[in-house]
């Protein structure tokens, strides 16, 4: 990996970003959202194998494999909801060997340049990966992976990670996050709530959801009301359990109250499975808009995720699960799904919402001026296809320019390839070093402004926006 | 303020860029839009202080403080329609304060861009604002105010502002246009007649001010048809005291006519305070088709700015009405929309429409189309979130290649911020200057060329798109 | 034309950029899809005249000349259908002569770029268009048109054109393509089936084209089954006259099965004359599910034109016919209208879909998600407005990073002016390897990958893509 990787082009430009970057490249690493499990962490168990570690886990790998014609069977992937992979799924070495041979297909993809600076900087090997050098490289990880150096805590430790934020159903107990914390593990780990499941009426697996959560909340999910006062009751256990934020993933960012009546008689309907498409649509909504009154009161900070469409392809969903690589970004829009919600809290002193969209229109012309004038309102980072280096050039000349730096959430890894951390707030690093640096060789920033925001932009910005 | 400042990072561009700039850095400045006041012009009072005139007014300096947790309040905002602010309203010097406590939140916008080069320009003062220099800065500026050459005429004319138009009411008298041509005053000031407040008959205050406008035009608004001919006797009003132009502000650009019967029975039933939301869409829709009518008759060039949901914060609303920094902008379309309005008007000679967006993807997708092929259309500058150096740069790069540069509008300042005009100009004309310098140095474009373009962005091309 | 034209401004990149260009500067021309007419190569008349050749039927030249004023009769248009011009059209000298006077609003367009590019390249004409040198330049074209080698064929051939798509009516007898087959011509002319008139029961001539495909076919089309059953014969015909792909052109993507029975209804009321707009739009949707269902099948590579509102302006339709520069993109999405035709055929090993847009926004949010997952999904080239050099890099920028090289079409020309050919490829190349000197001097990709990935991008990947 060259030192300037992603710093520019242009000799000016590049060793003003190198200047910049060189004073945050070993920063601490605050990671506010993303997808690392505390049971695994807690558990501390060696990573199986390369190709467990790196390849079938992660949908951004394989769905490019899936793409170039490679069945998802050949890259370790099982049965929906099967761990480890049963028999007939491939052979690991197998696995790595498919990526190997589709090395080609990654090239100018963030996936690929992750990787190898993962290889590079977490194992030390500084190769590309190909067909030539793919069983060498194989076994070198995994002879790595043995040691107890490259269990999940020592790695992170290693990685100076000062705080890491998992993702958790609010029917989650927190056991290995309060394991952990006793532990004395050198990093902080924080729990996030993320009540999607119980958001829609018309999932399957709703009614059970809510016994489950009646069980662990102590209050009878059986109405509306109950279900609102279970969660108010998780959110608190979250926070003492040292979350500061809960996250929600929504098709689009509508949030459109109900009276209480309405929703209490949807959540009977559908309790009896008897609700339409549009009853649960209103429900889901107007749960959106309830979570915002929440956080308004208890100061968790919101973050909201819109404008995905899960499980695109159903034989993939059905045959492999989720998060299989599958799920398609759609036009968003912000300022109309979300008017009710910020004239209800928007102002409010304890109110806080990070928007996070994958329709990249919606920076400039919803985002970064509902940013720019709601003091709750942040503009969350470039999320999931949009982490990449043009991508997040883009992101940061669409929105500074009306909402300035400090509205902005501080980079967001969202990854659950532990791994990959490091060479992902680095990739951040270097962009925000590159584009400050353009600001100042173009005379719009003083140097002396652009070193306090590069720092900024890994400290004061995430810790302020999260409430860290 | 660095001389090469957003002329480009990479030398080759620059120097170019700082030949082609050179042309037209003193250029006489055309304003065909904007929303300086001419009764104001008239007055031609001093400034009152540093904060009356640089922040409280400007919803582009408080939005951003606003966003910061600062109330409008501290920032000498008062009750809607109040002015000077009700006491309680924070001092100016306590609002000069806050804003430069808050002077980091504006790294990389353009408002910061502007005020700089505005104290720098207007006032002498060549430094960054900030707590150390705040007090010292306002005391220098408000010593300046109280001088002749500080007052609103004298500096028009030492920013060499050849033609100002300003944005008025249908039922303005345009008394003060009269004085001041009468006056002698160096800069042309011609008025532009904006009738949003008669296209909705569902808004508040609508029949009041229809009878205003009979009064005025001496025709009775109580009908539709009325209303039309009245419109009609000020369009030819304004057109006598040198108006070439009207605008229009719009949700959306849907223009779609009503028979006179449809019309007139809205119309009637609006009066009686009956009418339902769809009737007065359909109203509104119908209105801006009679506009385009009006304007393939009368030759005056019909400026569309469409998309902005005005006035998001309702309570903000209530509190400090209009234009206080919460109009956020929506998705728009143009091709469909406009479709029966161009396919009535869009090739009459007489027809000329300025479209303006803030949602970017509209540039390269509708309206560069349009204006390439339809005689009638120009794209408008970037407007409003969009005119800020790394936005204007797309807006060239998207329009371009289909509408080339004569169907575009010229640089437009939009700006109720009299102080910022020269140095929202020059900021246009820099960028410009790069854009052509940037083809010339990818070969795209002759050295030739870039100098006969760069002098007819601000002389020919806005002239023309404007009929000046 | 400069050497180094379209390859970077920055020196480094462009050293780089030069490299990668030369490497494919002169590889054969791959055209799979384009409107260049059979019939025109079988009989390989001369041109008639320069504005014939390069002015009069091409709509990207005509539409900027239009917008600026000129009417279309004087650039030799003829009412609808007719050809040649009829009497009282412009003269070919003076409709050169309205080229050259308005030639500066053809700056920075690439129209401006492949004209002069082609009057160089083809006709060794190097210098600028403009009043000055219109008339000679006119004459010396005019000379070179009566010379044996600036036949349609010959021309070709020295093009280095390898494979020529063309498009066709599936009524099309493909004797054109056949005689040239039998001609010898050294250059692989192929049809690509486009079926876009059967698909609309509500358009004009609906009834009587299906009556023409059922004589070529040999299949009654009264029913909605045999229309079915005749387009597949002839997709079956085009495939032994060497077709590899369809093509298909809709406003919108949504593509819906409907029942047999569903689909027969609307045809029989359809060709009496009874069916609704609704009716009409569900047969349409449908058809383009039932092209899928084939194209899984018989594995012609369907390609798909959506989001153009065609014939924008109705009174230059109803004179002038289709194809007269006023056919205007609207916002498009994919994610969700593809969703049930992915979901029926999307992992089909025979299945292959190239999906283009001229809504860019389409390009990061939707297209390369969809080609990053599904084997069968590629992104077209940029389509349109879109093949400029600016709209390139912005497409390369937003693909690159989701969906790799390897899922992207390669370069279309799209054309049906023959002259521009070697023009609009040539300026793909140099865009292209302008982007992968950047990759590299960014250190995201070494120079070896750019030397592969230039290659492949001109011959690999489309012809991996197009089945060719």
Request: aromatic share 8%; net charge negative.
């Amino acid at each position: 990996m060259h030192p300037d990787r992603l710093l520019g082009t242009e000799p000016a430009v590049r060793e003003l970003a190198r200047e910049f970057y060189g004073e945050v490249a070993d920063a601490p690493i605050i990671s506010p959202h993303g997808h690392v499990s505390a049971r695994m962490l807690a558990a501390d168990e060696p990573f199986r194998d390369p190709a467990a570690l790196l390849i079938t886990p992660d949908h951004y790998v394989t769905r490019l494999l899936h793409s170039a014609g490679v069945p998802l069977e050949a890259l370790g992937l099982g049965a929906a909801g099967q761990s480890p992979p049963p028999s007939g799924a491939a052979a690991p070495r197998a696995v790595w060997w498919t990526l190997a041979e589709n090395w080609k297909r990654f090239a100018g993809t963030p996936v690929r340049y992750w990787f190898e600076d993962t290889l590079a900087r977490v194992f030390g090997l500084d190769v590309e990966l190909g067909p030539a050098r793919a069983e060498r490289l194989y076994d070198q990880l995994a002879e790595q992976l043995a040691r107890p150096e490259f269990r999940p805590r020592a790695l992170l430790e290693r990685f100076g990670v000062e705080v890491l934020a998992t993702t958790d159903d609010p029917a989650d107990t927190l056991e290995h996050h309060a394991a952990l914390a006793a532990a004395g593990f050198g990093v902080r780990v924080i729990p996030t709530l993320r009540a999607d499941a119980y958001m829609d009426p018309a999932a399957a697996g709703w009614a059970g959801r809510l016994e489950v959560l009646a069980q662990v909340s102590g209050v009878d999910c059986g109405s509306y009301r109950g279900l609102l006062e279970a969660l108010r009751r998780r959110r608190e256990h979250f926070r003492s359990h040292g979350a500061t934020a809960t996250d929600t993933g929504v098709v689009d960012a509508w949030a459109v109250p109900l009276t209480d009546g309405e929703a209490e008689a949807i959540h009977r309907r559908a309790l009896a499975g008897e609700t339409s498409d549009q009853e649960a649509l209103a429900y889901r909504r107007n749960m959106l808009f309830q979570f915002a009154l929440m956080a308004a009161e208890d100061g968790l900070v919101m973050q909201l995720h819109a404008g995905v469409l899960r499980n695109h392809h159903r034989p993939t969903y059905e045959r492999f699960g989720p998060d299989t690589g599958h799920d398609i970004p759609v036009a968003s829009e912000f300022a109309r799904p979300l008017r009710e919600l910020l004239n209800a809290v928007g102002t409010s002193p304890r109110f806080r919402i990070v928007l996070f969209t994958t329709d990249e229109t919606a920076f400039s012309r919803e985002l970064a001026p509902l940013a720019g004038f709601y003091p709750s309102v942040f503009v969350g980072a470039p999320w999931w296809f949009l982490d990449a280096p043009a991508a997040v050039r883009r992101f940061r000349a669409a929105v500074t320019e009306t909402a300035g730096f400090y509205k902005t959430s501080g980079f967001v890894d969202d990854t659950r390839a532990l791994c990959s951390i490091p060479s992902r707030h680095d990739m951040s690093r270097r962009l925000d070093a590159r584009y400050l640096a353009e600001l100042v060789a173009d005379h719009q920033l003083s140097e002396d402004e652009a070193h306090v925001l590069v720092r900024a932009l890994v400290d004061e910005i995430p810790r302020g926006a999260f409430r860290l």
